[in-house]
Antibody, heavy 121, light 106 residues
Framework: EVQLVESGGGLVKPGGSLRLSCAAS????????MNWVRQAPGKGLEWVSS????????YYADSVKGRFTMSRDNAKNSLFLQINSLRAEDTAIYYC??????????????WGQGTLVTVSS | IQLTQSPSSLSASVGDRVTITCRAS??????VAWYQQKPGKAPKLLIY???TLQSGVPSRFSGSGSGIDFTLTISSLQPEDFATYYC?????????FGGGTKVEIK
């Protein structure tokens, strides 16, 4: 069974930083492109970033480019999102999501439960 | 690529046929998915590549469309289908989602 467990969220002041983690199990993590998707309270889904299995290809939403950095450690089956220069509008639940098995495109067939990031003074 | 979903909400009864549309700002080659999200839960993949039903998803869900217009249909609404539905395009980065359609009980 695929499991994705996010951690690292919390309350942070504007301009602060956090490092989110996603621990993966139940599949060959090193073979899959992984993504981060966020959802502001009461709002819709927003894709944040994508990283290929070997970390070769990385993409970011314009809203986070230059402030967020995605990385992964395939030896530890872990995904990370370093978020800097936080703004109030970054307040959201952050989900890690796995690419659909066998697909060359980023449909997401497994999601974590999410970790809440709250940016407030 | 912007995705515009309509309606943003709807009220329906159990057994109703429900249709949700998603219009893209440009062609997306059929690379569209649909997700269902219930309160406090992560989204669930229902359909991908316009028409392909994800494993384990009931056959009352179906997808159609081409070009810039895509549709999710629930043939006979069940109590467990009351949720918010999102379309997503994966044709190009940045990936984008529609604004969502909340399906409520009439």
């Amino acid at each position: 069974e695929v499991q994705l467990v996010e951690s690292g969220g919390g309350l942070v002041k504007p301009g602060g930083s956090l490092r989110l983690s996603c621990a993966a199990s139940g599949f060959t993590f090193s073979s899959y492109t992984m993504n981060w998707v966020r959802q502001a309270p009461g709002k819709g889904l927003e894709w944040v970033s994508s990283m290929s299995s070997s970390s070769t290809n990385i993409y970011y939403a314009d809203s986070v480019k230059g402030r967020f950095t995605m990385s992964r450690d395939n030896a530890k089956n872990s995904l990370f999102l370093q978020i800097n220069s936080l703004r109030a509008e970054d307040t959201a639940i952050y989900y890690c999501a796995k690419r659909l098995s066998g697909s060359p495109l980023d449909y997401f067939d497994d999601w974590g439960q999410g970790t809440l990031v709250t940016v407030s003074s | 690529i912007q995705l515009t979903q309509s309606p943003s909400s709807l009220s329906a009864s159990v057994g109703d046929r429900v249709t949700i549309t998603c219009r893209a700002s440009q062609g997306i080659s059929g690379y569209v998915a649909w997700y269902q999200q219930k309160p406090g839960k992560a989204p669930k993949l229902l359909i991908y590549a316009t028409t392909t039903l994800q494993s384990g998803v009931p056959s009352r869900f179906s997808g159609s469309g081409s070009g810039i217009d895509f549709t999710l249909t629930i043939s006979s609404l069940q109590p467990e289908d009351f949720a918010t539905y999102y379309c997503q395009q994966v044709n190009s980065y940045p990936l984008t989602f529609g604004g969502g359609t909340k399906v409520e009980i009439k």
